[in-house]
């Protein structure tokens, strides 16, 4: 839909990394408007993740697969973000730019195992990130580690004039101390999360993180966030809907790929969309026009509002309770094989995969996705922190201190790096500082 | 066959449920061929995923408000299944709950002064359009409807 499209102006997050003086060198690919968990239905094509050339993964396939064309089964990274994450983790950059609306940053970071940081609502302008549900949208922060999420959020931060959602109270710097009352924390582990579908492997993750945070003097508590199971179901409604309303501005007259019809103005925009849009995005636009008709209206849209306080309710009873940062598996699983991905529609996969990330968009608060560790197939798993609203600081001060102590090793790329650098200079390169 | 076909159709679920229970045991008898060919014609009731609200004129409605079509059966398939996701949303009470629209509700939300402080840029701005005659984007007619549905074919445009 966006064929040829050269936009007039930098998004504000754009502008403020250029104005600092960061070098954009590109564009990343991604699921096509942001709709998908996989990255794989882009116009460009499916994005694959570099981890499927590590040496940690390939080490682990010579032991199972003999014979098999190497690069038939690749991985996938995760989505909707998933080039951001791809290009962070294969070194690219120093830092990418996703987008967060059920969890395209932080899905994609656990599957490439960098850090995906999606701030609270309103603390980041969206002026330039093209709208997909109005209410839930952020800008996220693709990161190697967290103190770079901290400073690339320190830029970014900050109220605009051209976002009326963005809040106005003053923003403090980024900094991140170094956090030493582990055991003033409270963390919280929400019982409804864990979901029948999830990996052993992570569940086992998930519980060694707990346990870690308990020795070092922490309380872990189990709570309750007794309408988990509806969240992503008010989710799809409310992302329909809304996904219906933003993509009508795209008709192809004032920007964008435009067919030749020519006989009148609705003829020329259905076929312009059509044209543009692909199956999951026609999919959405009806879905969402659907539960927008008059009569459904009541029972479908205001009914996932409704829905949706009671979640948003949900974390505010919790955090209420003394909890500091709740402590959740991102995903259910490492990344799968592309082959296998596509066996089910991108509807199916995003309902399964957003299961963890997307309740934290509906109540607008921020988290964190940090990689923990290699699972048996050399695959990078990620768990996720979810923290006050408006607390980003204290959230990124505690991933930190759980980066520290998992120490997730660097990925291995060598093989297809010709005249290579050793891994000493790649850890080098893995956190790098701007001076200001 | 075809007349309980016919009677069938007037039948509760339940109903519907004990007469497959007992085709399906005479079809055993009966054989193989004939059992596939009655279930093929009630696939779509008794399939709990499929919800019968979709019907053309739904699709011919949604086609024209949001102007994409849906292009193959298979799309109208996912709209069911959505609808059917969607509906788990009727198993929670709420009564007495606001719609939420903003998690930032409680703010106000900032109104900048209303000073024109960036703009003519018009030129940079013609520049994505197609096509453009001076200053104008250019729009092929507009106030005509598209046509029905009656009048295409369904989902000719794949």
Redesign the interface.
Known sequence: MLK???P?YNATVVQKLLDKGAVLMGKTNLDEFAMGSGSTDGVFGPVKNPWSYSKQYREKRKQEAHGENEDSNWLITGGSSGGSAAAVAAFTCFAALGSDTGGSTRNPAAHCGVVGFKPS??LVSRHGLIPLVN?MDVPGILTRCVDDAAIVLGMLAG?D?KD?????DPVKPFTLPTFADVNKLCIGIPKEYLAPELSSEVRSFWSKAANLFESEGAKVIEVSLP?TS?SI??Y??LC?SEV?SNM?RF??????H?CD???????????T??EG?N?VV??R???G???L?KENYE??F?????????I?NDFVNVFNSGVDVLLTPTTLSEAVPYLEFIKE?N?TRS?QDDIFTQAVN???LPAVSVPVALSNQGLPIGLQFIGR?FCDQQLLKIAKWFEKQVQFPVIQLQELMDDCSSDFEIEKLSSVFLKQ | MSSLLSASSALSEDALRRLKREMWARAVKLGFRSWVGWRRGFTSKADPQRSDR?TAE?IE???R???????SQE?VA??E???A??D?????D?DG????????ED?C????SDNVVEGN?AE??L?????VVEEY?V????????PKQDDQEPFS?I
């Open positions: 040829g499209y050269v007039p609502y309103g209410s109220h004039p009326s959602t963005t809040i106005q309408h509806y179901v008010c799809h409604v329909t219906a009508a008709d192809g007259l004032e920007y964008g435009r019809i020519n006989v009148s103005t609705e003829a020329m925009y259905a076929a969309r059509r849009f199956d026609r999919g636009i009806l879905s026009n659907f539960f008709l029972n479908y205001i009914k996932a509002q409704k829905v949706r306080r009671l948003a529609d509807r309902a509906m109540a607008g609203a | 979709v739904v409605h949604l086609e408000l949001a102007l994409v079509d849906f292009g799309a996912r709209l299944k959505a609808i996701f969607a788990r949303l009727r198993a929670v709420t709950v606001e719609p939420m629209e903003s998690v930032l703010r939300l900032y109104l900048r840029c940079e701005l520049q994505n359009a197609h096509r984007f729009a092929p007619p507009g106030n005509i409807s598209l445009h």
